[in-house]
Nanobody, 124 residues
Framework: QVQLVESGGGLVQAGGSLRLSCAAS????????MGWFRQAPGKEREFVAG????????YYADSVKGRFTISRDNAKNTVYLQIDSLKPEDTAVYYC?????????????????WGQGTQVTVSS
């Protein structure tokens, strides 16, 4: 079992930066690939970034490549999402998720555990 709690969201102007954190409890964090997803109002939840269990592999959605950076600290049971050059279209609730599997899962149904989400709002 993994419990996930996101933090770090907020209101920021376009061009600004945020760092989201996701703290995990439970004994399986280091065995879990981790991902960040987002859901904007009226839209489906979408994959943003993922990282393998060791942190050696990462994967990003095309829409965020070059602006978002995912990382993890297995000693702290925490995964991060650094978001730079924020755009109004990045406004969404951001969710972290854990998948007990190898590689970097990219689909919602590949993830087993989800956090409650943190709101990111970007003003123009």
């Amino acid at each position: 079992q993994v419990q996930l709690v996101e933090s770090g969201g907020g209101l920021v102007q376009a061009g600004g930066s945020l760092r989201l954190s996701c703290a995990a409890s439970g004994r399986t964090f280091s065995s879990s690939a981790m991902g960040w997803f987002r859901q904007a109002p009226g839209k489906e939840r979408e994959f943003v970034a993922g990282i393998s269990r060791s942190g050696s592999s990462t994967y990003y959605a095309d829409s965020v490549k070059g602006r978002f950076t995912i990382s993890r600290d297995n000693a702290k049971n925490t995964v991060y999402l650094q978001i730079d050059s924020l755009k109004p279209e990045d406004t969404a609730v951001y969710y972290c998720a854990a998948a007990i599997r190898l590689g970097v899962p990219k689909k919602l149904d590949e993830y087993h555990y989800w956090g409650q989400g943190t709101q990111v709002t970007v003003s123009s």
